[in-house]
């Protein structure tokens, strides 16, 4: 993701950031890293976008661009258009979904999960990785919870997160459960689903 902090300051970024004002990728796919761009201000263009601001950046002070009015847009800030370096779309996305303005940025989609707590089952000590991203810049909260503490200590969990309610207005359990039933067998993983299902 790139985070423009002048008209030629430009910060890059591997992770996605609430700051970013574009991000870069060769097409429009189902990812959650590009979700979690979708989540931000963010112009999702190609790396076109970013090589063309970069050549423009270079060039020496009052040099006309040889453009048709002979501006350098670099020098006198005329942004790039982004709808000139917009990423195909992916073959395997959707055709109801190869509409441009899905995915132009929109201010509505901006701290979408805030005040939700999402509750990431997990078998190890920390949840990390792309979900645990696109939760933090969607500006929601999260906490993991280790499958081997139970169903019963699971249900008091949830239970305990509804019942403070000011700070939160959902609480939403998570889990990869194709792993989870591999994990805990399937009466296991039932157990733990009826345990959502009562405090959700």
Request: proline share 6%.
């Amino acid at each position: 993701m790139v985070s423009l902090t002048s008209h030629t300051g430009i910060k890059l970024s591997t992770n996605p950031i609430e700051q970013a004002t574009h991000y870069l990728t060769d097409r429009i796919t189902l990812s959650a890293p590009l979700f979690a761009g979708l989540l931000t201000p963010a112009h999702i263009v190609t790396e076109g976008w970013l090589r063309e601001h970069l050549r423009l950046a270079q060039l020496p002070v009052g040099l006309p661009d040889g453009n048709a009015n002979g501006v350098n847009s670099e020098q006198t800030y005329i942004p790039i258009p982004e709808d000139l370096y917009r990423p195909p779309f992916d073959d395997t996305l959707p055709l109801d979904m190869h509409l441009a303005h899905q995915w132009a940025p929109q201010a509505t989609r901006v701290k979408l999960f805030a005040k939700l707590r999402f509750v990431l089952l997990t078998e190890t000590t920390r949840p990390a990785g792309d979900l645990v991203d696109l939760i933090t810049v969607g500006g929601g909260a999260y906490e993991g919870f280790k499958v081997q503490q139970g169903d019963e200590a699971f249900g008091a969990l949830l239970a305990r997160l509804n019942a403070k309610g000011k700070s939160t207005v959902g609480v939403m359990p998570v889990a990869d459960a194709e792993g989870m039933e591999a994990a805990l067998g399937n009466t296991g993983w039932k157990d733990f689903v009826a345990a959502a299902n009562r405090c959700v």
